[in-house]
């Protein structure tokens, strides 16, 4: 099974602007693993970000961006809220429809 | 508006099967993938499996492969998820997942204790 591979932690000043990356063990990134983001709070479920590697919910605030970067799913967040720290993930979808999450960067805004 | 409602916590033995139950609501049940997640305590996400509530098919991750089971019951628009030989690392909150991804059931606890 693949592996997909997160930066555990991260952390950015308020109205700064950090990436998010999102890798796999079997090679590039690309749009045919239709790339998802959540983002999830203590004591909550999780919540979708971009699905599609780039497409945004009505709910999605605009400072989120999705796009590949360098082989890469990446999350841009510009413009960082105090809200904004979470747990993101993605998740990736291989053959047979099978999903791998990434193990979750912890964003802190600082 | 879009609902999945989950069965509540559940306390387990080494050993036993668990089934937890999600009912869907707000959507046509069968027009959208359902998927099954875990979290363990202080863990990230993991992905367990997909059920296409249309016909029945199922996809499972390997991990999981020979201890799970998916189905659905399309008369209720209810999806279980049971999982067997259970042990004390399966200790998790389950969400199931549908709509897109969209939309979460609120997630069951089980914990597997002697």
Redesign the interface.
């Known amino acids: 099974?693949a592996v997909v591979t997160q930066e555990p932690s991260l952390t950015v000043s308020p109205g700064g602007t950090v990436t998010l990356t999102c890798g796999s063990s079997t090679g590039a990134v690309t749009s045919g693993h239709y790339p998802?983001w959540?983002q999830?709070k203590p004591g909550q479920?999780?919540?979708?970000l971009i699905?599609d590697t780039s497409n945004k919910?009505s709910w999605t605030p605009a400072r989120f961006s999705g796009s590949l970067l360098g082989g890469k799913a990446a999350l841009t967040l510009s413009g960082a809220q105090p809200e904004d720290e979470a747990?993101y993930?993605c998740?990736l979808s291989y053959s047979?429809?099978?999903?791998?999450?990434?193990?979750?960067t912890k964003l802190t805004v600082l | 508006q879009v609902q999945l409602v989950q069965s509540g916590a559940e306390v387990k033995k080494p050993g036993a099967s668990v089934k937890v139950s999600c009912k869907a609501s707000g959507y046509t049940f069968t027009s959208y993938?359902m998927?099954w997640?875990r979290q363990a305590p202080g863990q990230?996400?993991?992905?367990m499996g997909?059920i296409n509530p249309s016909g029945g098919s199922t996809?499972?991750?390997?991990?999981f492969q020979g201890r799970v089971t998916m189905t659905r019951d399309t008369s209720t628009s209810t999806v279980y998820m049971e999982l067997s030989s259970l042990r004390s690392e399966d200790t998790a909150v389950y969400?199931c997942a549908s709509y897109?991804?969209?939309s979460?059931?609120?997630?069951t606890l089980v914990t597997v204790s002697s």
Do not use: M
Request: net charge positive; glycine share 18%.
């Open positions: 099974q998802y959540f999830q479920a999780p919540r979708t699905y919910h747990e993930y998740l047979g429809a099978r999903g791998v999450f990434g193990g979750g | 993938y998927h997640v990230g996400l993991e992905w997909i996809s499972y991750a390997q991990k969400y897109n991804w969209n979460w059931g609120q997630g």
